[in-house]
């Protein structure tokens, strides 16, 4: 049965129970071996797997002995089956291990007696189940117990080594270097699969979206210094030597909304100061290279280790919130170009509608009469006389209803969000064979936005289309691609530009590593090592050859990259029935990354087809991607307890060991930080300071130690998941006790 070889363990071993009658003697005959080395028994199991024991019971021939030898092998296979008395049955070295095994499990046996059973009648599970204490008495095996604890307890305290300070010069970039080289061409084979390909799709247009909003706000900000076009060709060459080169290909780099006002802010500041923008804005890059150089060579990326999960979640909330809202805020844009007609339009001034027939017959209908003509009652009886309606009144507007671009445009928006959800979540239905559902559930963004864009076209109404440029000029025509750097007049101007360089390289430093932070997270199971340093001297390199040739820097793009890693978990899937999917990991590789940006790069070319696609479509992708990236967020859990009863709260982990109270002091002022944070970026006067309060946001974090116990912050504010941290709490608590009772024994 290789189907279900499938869904077992790889090391999985196996009981073979055999009962039987043979003339033997009076008494039954019962015997059960543990095999020193598993063994192959050919045919004795549906699964070619090996045999660790085997349990024989022989009894007298007779009908009624061969039921009680049948009960008795149901009662030893649900024996092997208990988790616990396998630990028994593996270390055993005598009969009185197995006797003391077997009263054990008759102890914590929940037995429902067969008259009191009710098939049509659903049970719930009993109130009182054994305890862990209960399971940690069991497992007696003082060794084993005593190496499990050690094992969690590392994994519980273990630090990213990646991030450790070197005290060599380039000492962290070379580590870097070294570790991801190794997995350098398993990052291109492990490419080569089909959920790759729909992280791609999605991907592409998750990307290329807010290039465009951005680079035609740019344009418009910038006075088409940059724009579109620009956004592009940066978008291409950023991506994909980020792919290639990076420590960590897994993350999106592009165009973000701090950036996009620092850009504005430093043009307005240019033109008041009457200085060029583009030669300015070079010597501004020279420095933020220059800082960012020095900043690798020194391994300062680690202080990112400091960042715990209260920055690193309040900075992804806070960049959520703003795709949402973006989606909606656009969704309104449309509304004001497009208003909702709730009424027929009426002209200020009398007007008709007149049947024109080819034959001397014609009618005519003014406006007010009450006479009527019933032939010409209507365009449809007007055609039929081979007449035409001409005349104000005839206008479409005033005759017929209006079809409603707005109205359309929520339902394209809001439609393209839901059957995303939709399809996503079929992977874990019932329907459709498995590989179908990984497939639809993998492509879920592509099809609806297909589908949608299908209705659209077919509607024929005239909604908001994406502009894609299809000449490679600038956007500005007296501009250069190359910008000369010595155009900036006066020359003490090259030297003003640091101060804005600095606050750009803590926007750009805290904005890349922040995110490579949250991908690199435990709960995503990384296995190929991450490259702090390594990112930032290839960010630092892209902002060198952006400011030379005027394309707009990119940086890490948080929401984006939350999405491409969610594309590419890895599940099991030959999981047992009614038993969920596990994670097993991300698909770590360079090929995503390479031809998403590389697909940007040739949008040019494919505007043909891309201009078909209309923006609320992108829009809710855009809304696909906030909400998606809020799922699993521990402070969007604790915001959602603020407003429970305490009888219905979950099972976290701090909730066990922390007061409600303090839970919900600590929620408070991290909503507070993120309201203040969102303010800082709405005001145009104030948005400079953005990189600032990314750094106030880890001194706020420091005071905490002074407000909360450290007791009280190490469970609310770990960086291991909530579920990892209650499922590494329950094992040890079991193990722990199991240690201290064999001691005592």
Request: charged letters at 20%; proline letters at 5%; one cysteine or more.
């Amino acid at each position: 049965n290789k189907k279900l070889k499938q869904k077992l363990p790889p090391d999985a071993e196996t009981a073979n129970v055999l009962v039987g009658v043979a003339d033997l003697g009076p008494k039954p005959i019962t015997f059960l071996f543990r095999f020193a080395q598993p063994i192959l028994m050919d045919d004795a199991t549906e699964v070619d797997l090996p045999t660790r024991f085997l349990f024989v019971a022989l009894g007298v021939a007779n009908q009624s002995t061969l039921w009680q030898m049948s009960e008795l092998g149901r009662a030893t296979a649900l024996l092997l089956n208990d988790k616990v008395f396998c630990e028994v049955a593996y270390k055993a070295t005598s009969k009185q291990d197995f006797q003391v095994g077997l009263d054990e499990f008759l102890d914590d046996l929940t037995i429902l007696p067969p008259s009191v059973w009710d098939p049509t009648t659903r049970l719930e599970p009993p109130p009182v189940t054994m305890t862990l204490e209960r399971i940690g008495q069991r497992l007696h095996d003082t060794g084993r117990t005593a190496a499990k604890i050690e094992s969690l307890a590392a994994d519980v305290t273990q630090v990213d080594d990646s991030l450790a300070k070197t005290n060599k010069l380039f000492g962290g970039l070379t580590k870097d270097i070294k570790r991801k080289s190794a997995f350098y061409v398993s990052d291109i084979t492990d490419g080569l699969s089909v959920q790759c390909l729909a992280s791609i799709i999605f991907l592409y247009f998750a990307c290329i979206t807010p290039i465009v909003t951005f680079g035609g706000l740019m344009a418009g900000k910038t006075d088409g210094y940059m724009g579109t076009i620009e956004m592009l060709l940066s978008g291409a060459f950023c991506g994909i030597t980020y792919a290639i080169f990076s420590g960590q290909p897994l993350t999106i780099v592009g165009a973000t909304g701090p950036l996009l006002v620092f850009e504005t802010i430093v043009f307005e500041i240019c033109g008041n100061m009457k200085i060029p923008f583009m030669p300015f804005r070079f010597w501004i890059g020279i420095w933020i290279f220059i800082i960012m150089f020095l900043m690798v060579a020194f391994d300062l990326s680690y202080i990112i280790r400091y960042i715990t999960r209260f920055t690193e979640e309040s900075f992804a909330v806070l960049i959520s919130v703003i795709f949402i809202y973006e989606a909606v805020s656009k969704l309104f844009d449309v509304w004001s170009d497009n208003r909702i007609r709730t009424s027929v339009i009426s002209e200020p001034f009398r007007y008709s509608c007149e049947c024109k027939i080819n034959s001397s017959d014609e009618c005519y209908m003014p406006s007010g009469s009450i006479e009527v003509n019933r032939r010409c009652i209507s365009e449809k009886n007007c055609t039929s006389l081979n007449g035409s309606l001409t005349g104000s009144g005839c206008v479409q507007s005033v005759t017929n209803s209006v079809p409603d671009v707005f109205l359309l445009s929520c339902v394209l928006m809001f439609g393209t969000f839901a059957v995303a959800i939709f399809f996503r979540n079929m992977r874990s239905t019932t329907y459709f064979p498995t590989f179908l559902r990984s497939m639809i559930a993998d492509f879920a963004v592509f099809l609806s936005l297909v589908f949608w864009t299908a209705v659209d076209y077919f509607l024929g109404l005239n909604t908001s289309k994406l502009d894609v440029p299809t000449k490679f000029q600038t956007t500005r025509v007296d501009r250069s691609w190359i910008i000369n750097p010595l155009d900036c007049v006066p020359w003490w101007m090259c030297f003003v530009a640091i101060a804005p360089a600095c606050l750009a390289t803590i926007l750009l430093f805290l904005d890349q590593q922040i995110t490579a932070v949250i991908v690199n997270r435990k709960e995503n199971k990384l296995q190929k090592g991450h490259g702090y340093h390594l990112d930032l001297l290839i960010i630092s390199f892209q902002v060198l050859f952006c400011s030379f040739f005027g394309l707009p820097w990119f940086c890490a793009a948080t929401v984006r990259s939350i999405s491409h890693v969610k594309s590419l978990v890895r599940e099991s899937d030959v999981n047992a029935p009614g038993e969920s999917p596990k994670m097993l990991g991300i698909r770590e590789q360079r090929v995503t990354g390479l031809f998403i940006h590389l697909l940007i790069g040739l949008s040019i070319f494919g505007a043909i087809f891309l201009k078909y696609i209309p923006m609320p479509i992108l829009y809710g992708v855009f809304l696909y991607m906030g909400i998606t990236s809020l799922n699993g967020v521990e402070y969007i859990d604790r915001i959602l307890i603020l407003f429970m009863p305490l009888k219905y709260q979950p099972d976290y982990i701090y909730l066990r060991h922390v007061q409600t109270s303090h839970v919900h002091l600590f929620t408070f002022i991290q909503l507070l930080c993120s309201a203040l944070m969102w303010a800082v970026k709405s005001f145009k006067v104030t948005s400079i300071a953005f990189p600032l309060m990314l750094v106030l946001l880890v001194i706020v974090r420091k005071l905490m130690d002074y407000l909360f116990t450290q007791r009280d912050l190490y469970w609310l504010d770990n960086l291991l998941p909530e579920v990892n941290r209650r499922k590494k709490e329950d094992q040890l608590r079991a193990l722990e006790f199991a240690s201290q009772s064999n001691q005592v024994i």
